[in-house]
């Protein structure tokens, strides 16, 4: 089977773990999603993740808690998600490692570069978590520069929402969505893909980005065989 890609970083959302439920883990959802990703491992390709907590915590509960505490929690909810997400690809037969970027050796390997990169050589799955374990830097900034890290061909951002547009599609029905995007277009025009510094990081390393619905968790494997689904974000907006 011919794929378009054979190494990518997976970003999934907090929430996207929540299924209808809106918070918290609900299994049969993480089980589909699971599914998924061992079908694109079991096609020979190399899958990193990055997960993050927004079905758990969701930063500062008040403006008289820290900031830096507030993201450190954030931290400790998508080592949560990191290790059930583990879990259920074991069920499935995936051989998978957690490394976290904060360093809780019972529970997961530390973040080691070379180490992650052994792992995706020998056909492991690995989840990163705890997102660059500095506070002030979202998931989407730690699934930008693991993705470098690890040479990626492209970040697979799977969101709600099955494209870019530019508007909210669930609030403006005549909302436009695009097909290809460059990363100017994503500052400048301000739309809301994910920060302006794990942009900038993707831009200044010529990272592709697909953004697309994971309503269908076969989203997943369609994104990696090249199928035409959501918004392809790279240097050049083709």
Not at 1 to 14: A, I
Not at 91 to 100: C, K
Not at 119 to 136: A, E, S
Not at 172 to 194: C, E, H, Q, W
């Amino acid at each position: 089977m011919k794929l378009k890609y054979k190494r990518v970083l997976l970003k999934v959302s907090g929430e996207a773990l929540a299924g209808p439920q809106g918070f918290g883990i609900d299994e049969p959802t993480v089980t589909e999603i699971s599914r998924n990703i061992k079908k694109i491992s079991d096609m020979g390709v190399e899958v990193s993740i990055v997960v993050g907590g927004g079905n758990i915590w969701r930063g500062r509960s008040s403006d008289n808690m820290d900031r830096t505490r507030a993201d450190h929690m954030g931290m400790l909810a998508t080592a949560i998600n990191s290790l059930a997400l583990c879990s259920s690809l074991e069920a499935l037969g995936v051989e998978t490692r957690v490394q976290t970027a904060i360093e809780m050796r019972q529970m997961a390997e530390p973040y080691i570069r070379s180490k992650a990169a052994r792992h995706l050589d020998k056909g492991r799955v690995v989840i990163f978590g705890c997102g660059t374990g500095n506070p002030f830097m979202s998931t989407d900034t730690a699934a930008a520069l693991r993705a470098v890290e690890m040479e990626v061909d492209v970040i697979l951002l799977a969101k709600k929402v099955d494209a870019v547009y530019d508007s909210d599609p669930a609030i403006n029905p005549n909302a436009k969505r695009y097909t290809n995007l460059s990363f100017s277009d994503i500052l400048t025009k301000n739309l809301g893909v994910m920060d302006s510094t794990a942009a900038s990081l993707c831009r200044d390393n010529k990272m592709p980005i697909l953004v697309f619905g994971l309503n269908d968790p076969e989203n997943i494997v369609r994104a990696v065989k090249g199928e035409k689904i959501g918004t392809l974000v790279n240097y050049e907006g083709k």
